[in-house]
């Protein structure tokens, strides 16, 4: 499974918003040091939206920083 790693650029969080987030909806397993948690596809919408909102946050703070 390849990993994508969010950086602070317009064009990473837009391919994430493209692509990861999308196919989150069809379930997804979060990794952690203590074991993973698998979210099936029926639960998946509320972290999917989640993710979309904090993406595009990010983008938005991005972009005000270099028009300043």
């Given at each position: 499974m390849p990993s994508t790693t969010i950086v602070d650029s317009v064009e990473?969080?837009?391919a994430a918003l493209l692509w990861h987030v999308p196919d989150m909806q069809h379930g997804?397993?979060?990794c952690t040091y203590h074991g993973e948690i698998t979210i099936r596809a029926e639960?998946?919408?509320p972290f999917a939206?989640?993710?979309e909102s904090l993406l595009l946050q990010k983008i938005n703070?991005?972009?005000k920083g270099q028009a300043s």
């Open positions: 990473t969080l837009n997804f397993t979060i639960d998946a919408q939206a989640a993710l703070q991005i972009q």
